[in-house]
């Protein structure tokens, strides 16, 4: 596997670079080694063109090479002049001068946009165990599909469920990052690239990922089982956004367990091949446009039990799957970001058997807010008020709600993207990601939902808001 080196790069590509920057540039030396130099840089060129063609040719290295092939095309004419014994063409040097500026330009578009949009590069988990995963489908016989108008059509969800696993061989595979195949993770990204309004090639790095998961791996050789905990993606989001996260938590033994919402998430496959696309969409009309989010809403909250229900009926064996007897739902937490945390909490307030709850940079939607008899846990952006007057208010609201201790943690730097896989391969844009950085974001995310549930599902001991309060301005309710 090819390794990657400056900025991002992989070596072929960093050697294309060079080459191209090569051929840019002979025209400024002087005349015995001019010919040579383009000679050389042209042959670099051309050998890792063909290296990168053969190992995968990314977009970003697309105007490096249109510049390449364009300096060649002047060059060669130029070679086979001298060969002839004609003096070669040349442009005049306030003519050469400024073409040579806005090809050295076009050649920097190439690492520039590398390390903007890079192939993320997932962190290897901290915890003792291996990590494993594998992706189920499941069909609630007693819901039917409310966005479909078939009458027999029910509920169906994909889960992928991130575990404890035994250590994989040396150089095993390791899963893709969003979906089974390759094909699978090009549709999911194009679909995400679609809803967010944006060409789909952007994307083609991150769906060409691979995770720090092994696909199917038998589960940990140890004792006793492993909390679950359930996590829902943001609006038009996908189980998968969150796997770094999802890995962490494996990694120091929990199960995580990322479910995909059909109609909701921008793409969901399912088994048979099947695409399932988003119908969320605004109308334009605020009083419609909240209806609907409190329903889509309500349809997660009744996907987060179901998955519940699901996970007790694997463990007991009724289903078939890796983690028989090795699962304890009755210490589940349901998390959730944006959407998803609005979800995640009103699963909690109407399903009692999960024992904590997150709520990520989710906004309530409970249109009937009462009484939690569970520890809540909200991770927040800075929000202004003059912006979002309504936000901390609910989410306060929702806190003082609960007969358990809640904690609202503002975390200054963060953007409402930054608690996701987003900073790992989006520019690292303010208003994207946050200013916390591609790897400091990742760490805040881990070490206060991990503290969080270690207190309130394995009842480690120690100062919750004294952790909470290292990372923003933290609140107890």
């Known amino acids: 596997m090819i390794q990657f080196f400056w900025g991002g790069m992989s070596l072929p590509e960093n050697v294309a670079v060079l080459g191209a920057v090569g051929l840019v540039l002979a025209r400024w030396l002087p005349p015995g080694v001019r010919r040579p130099t383009t000679v050389a840089a042209g042959a670099v060129v051309a050998a890792s063109t063909v290296v990168l063609v053969v190992v995968g040719l990314r977009w970003q290295l697309v105007p490096v090479l ?36 806005v090809c050295l330009g076009l050649i920097a578009t190439g690492p520039a946009a590398v390390w903007a949009l890079p192939v993320p590069v997932f962190p290897r988990p901290s915890g003792q165990f291996a990590v494993g995963t594998s992706v189920l489908q499941w069909t609630d016989p007693d819901r039917p599909e409310t966005a479909t108008p078939a009458p027999d059509d029910r509920r169906t969800v994909v889960v992928q469920l991130w575990y404890p696993a035994r250590p994989s061989a040396a150089g095993a595979e390791r899963a893709r990052y969003a979906g089974r195949t390759a094909h699978e993770a090009h549709v999911v990204f194009g679909a995400l690239a679609d809803y967010l309004g944006v060409p789909g090639f952007l994307f083609d790095g991150a769906a060409d990922a691979r995770t720090r998961s092994a696909p199917d791996a038998a589960v940990a050789d140890t004792d006793g089982s492993f909390p679950v905990v359930l996590f829902s993606p943001g609006l038009g989001g996908v189980r998968t956004q969150n796997t770094a996260w999802a890995e962490e938590l494996a990694s120091r033994g929990y199960v995580v367990v990322g479910v995909d919402h059909p109609y909701d998430s921008a793409a969901v496959v399912l088994t048979d091949g099947t695409i399932v696309r988003t119908l969320v969409a605004a109308t334009g009309d605020d009083a419609e446009d909240e209806r609907r989010a409190n329903g889509w809403t309500a349809v997660r909250a009744a996907d987060l039990s179901f998955v519940l229900t699901q996970m007790g009926r694997l463990d007991r064996g009724e289903i078939r799957g890796p983690l028989t007897g090795r699962l304890d739902t009755d210490r589940a937490a ?99 990601v946050g200013t916390l950085g591609r790897t400091d974001a990742l760490r805040m995310t881990i070490a206060t939902t991990v503290a969080f549930l270690d207190a309130t599902l394995r009842n480690a001991p120690g100062d919750l808001a004294a952790l909470l309060t290292a990372y923003g301005e933290a609140t107890v309710y």
């Open 334 to 432: 349901v998390t959730g970001h944006s959407a998803g945390g609005a979800a995640a909490l009103l699963a909690a307030r109407q399903d009692a058997r999960f024992a904590a709850v997150i709520d990520i940079d989710g906004a309530p939607r409970d249109p009937d807010p009462g009484p939690f008899h569970q520890p809540v846990l909200a991770l927040s952006q800075p929000v202004d008020p003059a912006v979002n007057p309504t936000y901390l208010p609910a989410l306060t609201h929702v806190l003082n709600l609960s007969t358990e201790t809640g904690y609202l943690l503002v975390v200054p730097g963060s953007a409402h993207a930054t608690f996701t896989d987003a900073p790992l391969f989006l520019p690292p844009v303010p208003s994207l």
């Open 66 to 101: 249109v510049v390449a092939a364009v300096m060649l095309s002047l060059a060669v004419p130029a070679l086979v002049r001298r060969r002839d014994g004609r003096p070669a063409w040349r442009a005049r040097w306030w003519l050469a001068l400024p073409g040579t500026v």
